[in-house]
């Protein structure tokens, strides 16, 4: 019985007959790019967050790139933010032109070590782009209290997020703006790409939807250089379909996650930490352990397949190389890096096949 870290096949099978419904009315309207599904997502996601205003686009990278061009963050700009983390956190953030500046992570939680962005800080500093990973939130308190006192912009990164609190407020809601991705393995994830801009600011949301495309506000004349980046029909009545199930989707990651807690305890894992005020949503449930590599292999001969999120630091990447970072200068995302990796979770996952997981590791740790 083959075990996936992911999969969607059963969850598409109790949904199908809606999203085809969906689906096919949006082919009928003869309206395919940002009528009326776009908006209505636009309003209901954005509502779920607790914020004012959504604005879709492409997919998830476009929102943070978007969202920092919309604040004027670029060239000889930085942004204060970490390298465990997906690549286009970063990727955003040097194509707006700015230059990433990295601070490294709690060795509990992986989120951004809140205490070390002082040190970070510096005349060209003009962001914080905190990273909500694996479906738990920064300690946004402190992050907003050092952004006040330093004048800065705060963005987060709310792609693996959607539905995580802290101190009882959504993720996208403790900010200037907020970046989301609806890719298919997303707590709320579209079959296809997408992304969303959440923001409470009505001037940066009417400069995203120009610059989502091309600069363009009323008629097809470009009032400032922009881009190509709308979240399309189709995915937006996906998404507005399984929108109302995003906080059952999320009791039964928060499910899985406290039998993994409960089973996995007494072996030589360790397991997720969540921290102080925070509700985690569980987009992954990553443990670690210095012999990760052999558990993987040994549960991949078991026809068990698990994921590592993530096994290069960005600031080591040859990609990168040129932000001047070198080996020791975030030790701890680097070890994390060693001995990170992620478990089955996904809402349709039965018992019987977590046991199956949890069964492997306790006789292998």
């Not at 009326?36 to 604005?55: D, L, M, T």
């Not at 406290?258 to 949503?281: C, F, G, K, M, W």
């Not at 991949?300 to 040129?322: A, C, D, V």
């Amino acid at each position: 019985m083959k075990i996936s870290v992911w999969e969607y096949l059963a969850e598409y099978e109790f949904e199908r007959e809606e999203l085809i419904r969906a689906v096919d009315d949006v082919f009928r309207s003869g309206r395919l790019i940002l009528d009326k599904n776009v908006a209505n997502f636009e309003a209901e996601f954005s509502g779920f967050c607790g914020v004012k205003h959504g604005i879709g686009v492409a997919n998830g990278t476009d929102a943070l790139f978007l969202a920092l061009k919309a604040f004027g963050i670029g060239s000889n700009d930085e942004v204060v933010t970490v390298a465990n983390t997906a690549i286009p956190t970063v990727s955003a953030i040097v194509s707006a032109g700015a230059k990433p500046r990295f601070v490294d992570v709690e060795p509990s939680t992986f989120l951004i070590s809140v205490e070390k962005i002082e040190k970070t800080i510096n005349k060209n500093t003009r962001c914080i782009l905190p990273v909500h990973l694996y479906g738990q939130c920064v300690h946004m308190d402190e992050i907003q209290r050092i952004a006040d006192q330093y004048g800065l912009i705060v963005i987060e990164d709310c792609a693996q997020a959607h539905g995580a609190r802290y101190h009882s407020r959504r993720a996208g809601s403790m900010s200037d703006a907020a970046a989301f991705s609806f890719y298919p393995t997303k707590i709320l994830g579209t079959y296809g790409d997408g992304g969303m801009v959440v923001t409470d600011n009505t001037e940066v949301a009417a400069r995203l939807r120009r610059l989502r495309s091309y600069g363009v506000e009323k008629r097809y004349c470009a009032e400032e250089h922009g881009y190509n980046s709308r979240l399309d029909e189709l995915h937006a009545a996906i998404l507005r379909k399984k929108l109302p199930r995003l906080n059952s989707y999320i009791e039964k990651r928060r499910l899985l996650a406290r039998r993994y807690d409960d089973y996995l305890d007494e072996t030589s894992l360790i397991l997720p930490a969540v921290a102080t005020n925070s509700e985690h949503a569980y987009y992954l449930y990553v443990c670690r352990h210095p012999e990760r590599d052999r558990i993987i292999s040994e549960l991949r001969k078991q026809e068990i397949f698990l994921n590592t999120s993530y096994r290069w630091p960005i600031h080591l990447m040859e990609g990168y190389k040129h932000l001047g970072y070198k080996i020791g200068d975030l030790p701890n995302t680097e070890r994390i890096c060693r001995e990170v990796f992620s478990l089955p979770m996904f809402p349709t996952l039965s018992f019987e096949r977590q046991d199956t997981v949890i069964r492997a590791l306790q006789e292998l740790c």
